[in-house]
């Protein structure tokens, strides 16, 4: 039995980009900063999500593929009752709403600033008390 290859279907296709950084947004950054050095919780919306996540943020920093992003503890995402209660990372220019709630941080969020998603900047980290 021969086995033949599959050949491409366009050879001479260029590769897929790469997905450019969104936009930075200063003031959701800003207002992230702040919810950090306050301890409290966020409530945001991603992308096309119709409803708000609850979140709690731990560092705000450039990813290696040069984007602006938050890192933190997802508390509660309605859209998706099996992502609450997990780490997460958002892109902060792909935020369409962000406010910060009343609501103090939930459990200690460990922030590891050696971890390698983080060697191209901090813009701001959760300090440890």
């Known amino acids: 039995m021969v086995r033949r290859t599959r050949r491409p279907k366009y050879p001479f296709a260029a590769p897929k980009a790469k997905e450019q950084p969104a936009p930075r947004n200063i003031a959701f950054e800003g207002l992230l900063c702040d919810a950090i050095t306050k301890g409290m919780l966020v409530s945001l919306r991603y992308e096309d999500d119709f409803d708000d996540r609850l979140f709690e943020p731990a560092?705000?920093?450039?990813?290696?593929?040069?984007?602006?992003?938050?890192?933190?503890?997802?508390?509660a995402n309605p859209e998706k009752l099996m992502d609450a209660n997990e780490p997460h990372n958002f892109e902060v220019g792909k935020i369409t709403k962000l406010e910060i709630t009343a609501m103090d941080r939930v459990a200690p969020v460990t922030f590891d600033r050696n971890d390698k998603k983080y060697c191209n900047g901090i813009i701001c980290p959760l300090e440890p008390n």
């Open 59 to 75: 560092a705000v920093y450039f990813s290696t593929q040069h984007k602006v992003l938050v890192s933190g503890f997802q508390v």
